[in-house]
């Protein structure tokens, strides 16, 4: 029962934080509400026994394979070098640079603790990245690129984590040994994340053909999918977190080639989207929760890195998130640096990107879930039973950049971002989509013309045919007139389709309105209710997504 309760009171507190940030006048950062509501739930006697394991297949996996479905795949793939070299070289770059660092900044710990620490820090994570950029105006570009970075860093990060902590435990390193497991660990884990939601989609196709499609059962299988990859992928060895990510790209691809009806999308998008809410939202309270329990044992954690005052962690932790951001900068900087040395040497133009640019990649690497589900599965005891050297220190370090991370991006990037393009214009963007509603509107015209000309021998249903076939070439027609990418629509026609648009919304609340004032009268049940209701509301949607 405790646990049933405990679950019920993160829900609420999602539901209260997600009121509270849009009710305050200072729109305070979402996750930073969050984690303050949870350190508050943790004062009322709100405790969780966290196990990181358990806390990596209910999380990571859905939040992953969502954001690896629903990242623009056409951005994603044409920077696939930059966001490569963002996922694996900066993470090399950053638990090199950074675990000397740590090693020098706190003498106590143990330099394979310190590179455990840089390396469970060094990826970004992309529920904190999502969440934190919501109220910031980043380019999409930029946004895609660091997406993109953050699905598939978290298999670098761990992978030398785990190398990091094998150090502590048995006390030697192989490079060769290292470098051969990471390509097992990622590769397995890209295999996995392919063959998985590929394989489930044939079967579920063919089961389809045959059985026909049921929305409740299309979406329960695309919750049951990440889960699986993540499942399998660990089962064998490989890499959990890169194959749900993979699986979620994957299922993209999978989707193209058997189409889901539009309920099931519809409904799909809208138990997805409650899915990501509802997760992240637990995440950071989750994260809240931890912080009385860890502040108070600071002093113990001072003593045992042999500082005379809990300060100086507070201080530590400040060091080592600045000099994530300068390692983050530098090896930005370097990057561009080296495509426009790269496009020189092809005969090409390439510019610097300006500082701006380079500061907000830098200050967009948030830390969050990955590291502090990461770092809690820190054994407790090396081989020979003493206790792992300064772990609950580690954990605190953890807890507290993932915080000023949190807070540093939340603050800064609304202000640095703030008019910076990068990628398509939102003209040409425009053009673009009306391009694309003009070709599909012709196909469908083309379409319509075909099956309206086609006779069954049945008098009455071929007149049913040519009057809708009019009536829909009708409609097509005068889209393709109105939605005229080249411009040359007027702005009377423009404004016909918006008041049309306004009034057809109308009549459909009133629609509506005498629904539910006949059902109140007992003229309708509840079925005919629901089913006139839900054909309504889809029109409605559709309505606004037009307008949108």
Request: aromatic share 8%; glycine share 8%.
């Amino acid at each position: 029962m405790h646990i049933v309760t405990m679950i019920l009171t993160f829900f609420l507190a999602v539901v209260v934080s997600a009121f509270v940030a849009r009710l305050l006048p200072g729109r305070i950062p979402l996750p930073l509400l969050q984690i303050g509501i949870g350190a508050v739930l943790s004062m009322f006697g709100l405790g969780v026994n966290f196990d990181s394991h358990l806390f990596l297949l209910l999380f990571i996996p859905p939040l992953l394979f969502l954001d690896g479905w629903r990242i623009p795949k056409g951005a994603f793939f044409s920077d696939w070098g930059s966001i490569l070299t963002l996922a694996i070289g900066l993470v090399v770059f950053t638990v090199i640079g950074l675990g000397y660092f740590i090693d020098w900044l706190v003498p106590a710990m143990p330099l394979a603790v310190a590179f455990a620490l840089a390396a469970i820090l060094s990826p970004t994570d992309p529920v904190a990245v999502a969440t934190v950029t919501a109220n910031a105006p980043l380019p999409s570009r930029l946004m895609h690129i660091l997406e993109g970075e953050a699905l598939l860093n978290d298999a670098t990060g761990l992978v030398c984590f785990s190398f990091a902590v094998a150090a502590v435990l048995t006390g030697g390193f192989s490079f060769g040994h290292a470098a051969l497991s990471f390509l097992f660990v990622g590769g397995g884990g890209v295999v996995v994340g392919v063959l998985v939601p590929w394989s489930i989609g044939w079967l579920n196709q063919q089961l389809v053909k045959r059985a026909g499609e049921e929305p409740g059962i299309q979406i329960l299988i695309s919750l049951l999918i990440p889960f699986a990859a993540y499942l399998v992928a660990e089962r064998i060895g490989v890499s959990g977190i890169l194959s749900a990510a993979v699986a979620g790209i994957a299922m993209h691809y999978s989707e193209l080639s058997g189409r889901r009806m539009a309920a099931t999308r519809m409904q799909r998008a809208a138990v997805w989207d409650t899915v990501q809410l509802v997760l992240n939202g637990i995440i950071f309270v989750l994260l809240g929760e931890q912080l009385p329990r860890m502040l108070a044992r600071l002093p113990e954690v001072a003593a045992s890195l042999h500082v005379h005052s809990a300060w100086h962690l507070g201080l530590y932790a400040i060091a080592i998130t600045i000099a994530l951001w300068v390692l983050r900068y530098v090896w930005v900087w370097l990057m561009f640096r080296a495509v426009v040395l790269f496009s020189g040497w092809r005969g090409a133009s390439r510019d610097m990107p300006s500082w701006r640019l380079l500061i907000v990649t830098a200050a967009a690497g948030v830390r969050g879930a990955i590291t502090l589900a990461g770092i809690l599965t820190l054994p407790f005891f090396l081989p020979d039973h003493s206790p792992f050297p300064a772990r609950d220190a580690a954990i605190f370090l953890s807890m507290a950049v993932i915080l000023l991370s949190l807070a540093g991006a939340s603050i800064c990037l609304p202000l640095l971002a703030r008019g910076l393009t990068l990628g398509m214009s939102p003209v040409a963007m425009h053009k673009r989509t009306a391009a694309a509603r003009i070709a599909a509107a012709e196909a469908a015209v083309r379409t319509i013309e075909v099956l309206g000309t086609r006779t069954t021998g049945n008098a009455e249903l071929d007149a049913l045919r040519s009057e809708a076939s009019a009536y829909l070439l009708d409609l097509y027609r005068r889209r393709l007139s109105y939605g005229d990418a080249s411009g040359d629509s007027s702005s009377d026609r423009s404004r016909l389709a918006d008041v049309t648009r306004s009034l057809r919304l109308k009549a459909l609340s009133a629609e509506r309105d005498e629904l539910y004032r006949q059902r109140l009268t007992h003229g309708i049940d509840d079925d005919v209710l629901r089913s006139l209701v839900r054909e309504i509301d889809l029109t409605e949607a559709s309505l606004a997504n037009r307008e949108d």
